[in-house]
């Protein structure tokens, strides 16, 4: 078994600063990236940013500039530094992993996190 556990969400007021984490632990293998998505009232999830395993990084064009991903991969965790927020980045957070499992010849990309709220007040 996997588990995704995301933490640090939370009511911010716009041009604030909110850090999430995102520690993955259980039977795994190998992780290749790790990353944010996120979904919004009435939206579809989309990406917010990903960073794999050697630290090359892709970043929504909607966060650019103000949203920084990293990750310590000894630790299996990644983190989203979101700065400036605005009232429109208010959705709900998941972490997902693109991972191997001990045991398993195969990649997947269906791992996920129970969803971290972040809401951003006018």
């Known amino acids: 078994q996997v588990q995704l556990v995301e933490s640090g969400g939370g009511l911010v007021q716009a041009g604030g600063s909110l850090r999430l984490s995102c520690a993955a632990s259980?039977?795994?293998?190998?992780?290749?990236?790790m990353g944010w998505y996120r979904q919004g009232p009435g939206k579809q999830r989309e990406l917010v940013a990903v960073i794999n395993s050697g630290g090359s990084t892709n970043i929504a064009d909607s966060v650019k500039g103000r949203f920084i991903i990293s990750r310590v991969n000894a630790q299996n965790t990644v983190y989203l530094q979101m700065n400036s927020l605005k009232p429109e980045d208010t959705a709900v957070y998941y972490c997902?992993?693109?991972?191997?499992?001990?045991?398993?010849?195969?990649?997947?990309?269906?791992?996920w996190g129970q969803g971290t709220q972040v809401t951003v007040s006018s």
């Open positions: 259980g039977s795994i293998l190998s992780i290749r990236s």
């Open positions: 997902n992993a693109d991972l191997r499992e001990r045991g398993t010849y195969s990649w997947g990309r269906d791992y």
